[in-house]
Structure formats: structure tokens, C-alpha cells
């Protein structure tokens, strides 16, 4: 059996807290300078089985990282002991659990500043749902009022028409009694 490095110890410790694994006392002792036991735990879970370690990474649940995981990660990433390039050094597949644990910490920080942004969306989704649902209202009544309008509008219209036949009969009947007027005047002198 090869003996881990120091830095490979340090990663495998990083893949156990990541994935919330903690080790027991049956891990503790099983592998030189491994003093707490992460690698004899991450060998005996996480790397079992490569291509279901790697699945878990892919489908790592990266919106729901928690506080504590982030801490334990952040000391590790933030030791001034651990760099990437030794990682790199140690073994190129470390590197890259090495980087995607960098990014969920780089997703972590994000999310800090776009879920309040989220969350802001979504209660201003609601109140435009909301707005919406009044505009809607106020465009039904609006609608009603305008056909209200057209109905009283043609109603004007229709007795402006009638208005105006019947002052043109007013009119002719004024003629016609004004020359009958006449008529009688001019028939007065004869008997």
C-alpha cells in the first residue's frame, strides 16, 4: 500500500467535509498521518466507487450547502500550508476535487448576494401579480363604462336625428302656416 501524502490526506479530508462524512474511531490510525481519520474514511466511501464519487460531484446539491460545511472547507482552503500546486504536484485527480470544491465555495458566495436578489424577484413577482390582477379588474370596468358610453353615444345620436326631423317639421309647418296665413288674408277681402 502507498502511503498518502500529507496533501492527499488534506484533500480527502476536503471531500469528506464537503459531503458532510465524518469520521468514526474504526477510521482513526488507518493510514499514516492521518490523525483524524478522513482518509481511511474517504477510501472506504468516497473513492469505492470513482464513477459514483464523481456522479455525487456532478449532482452535488450546491444550493443547499451548509454553514458548517462552508467552515470546515474555508479552513482548509484558507490554510496557508494548502495550495493548489502542491495538490498538483500530489496527484492531478486531487487537483480537481481540489477545484470544484473551490467552486461550490465561489457558488456559496454567489448565492449570498443573487438569493436576496431572488427573493426580491419573487416578491416583486407577486405584487406584479397582484397589480396585475387590479389592472385587470380596472380594465374590465373600464371596458364597461366605454360600452356604456357607446350605448349613450348612439343614443345622442339617434335623438340629435330625431331633434333634427323634427325641426325641420317645425319648420315646414311654419311655412305652411305662415302661407296659410296668407292665403286667409288674401281670401278675407272676398267674401
Known amino acids: 500500500m502507498r502511503v498518502p501524502t500529507a496533501t492527499v490526506i488534506v484533500v480527502m479530508e476536503l ?22 481519520g478522513f482518509f481511511d474514511l474517504a477510501k472506504t466511501t468516497l473513492l469505492k466507487d470513482p464513477s459514483a464519487f464523481l456522479k455525487n460531484m456532478m449532482t452535488y446539491e450546491k444550493e443547499n450547502i451548509s454553514d458548517k460545511v462552508v467552515k470546515a472547507v474555508r479552513n482548509i482552503l484558507d490554510n496557508p500550508s494548502f495550495s493548489l500546486d502542491d495538490v498538483r504536484k500530489a496527484n492531478s485527480a486531487m487537483e ?89 288674408s288674401g281670401l278675407e277681402g272676398e267674401k
Request: charged share 35%; aromatic share 4%; proline share 3%.
Open 15 to 36: 471531500s469528506c467535509h464537503m459531503f458532510s462524512l465524518k469520521p468514526e474511531k474504526k477510521n482513526l490510525g488507518k493510514a499514516p498521518g492521518d490523525t483524524n
Open 96 to 184: 480537481g476535487i481540489c477545484k470544484w470544491a473551490m467552486a461550490m465555495m465561489k457558488y456559496y458566495d454567489l448565492l449570498k448576494i443573487v438569493n436576496p436578489m431572488r427573493e426580491r424577484v419573487s416578491e416583486m413577482n407577486e405584487k406584479l401579480k397582484i397589480v396585475r390582477a387590479d389592472l385587470a379588474i380596472k380594465k374590465a370596468k373600464l371596458k364597461a363604462v366605454e360600452e356604456k358610453m357607446a350605448i349613450l353615444e348612439a343614443t345622442y345620436q339617434e335623438k340629435l336625428d330625431i331633434e333634427a326631423k323634427l325641426q325641420q317639421k317645425i319648420d315646414d309647418c311654419s311655412k305652411k302656416l305662415e302661407r296659410a296665413g296668407k292665403i286667409i
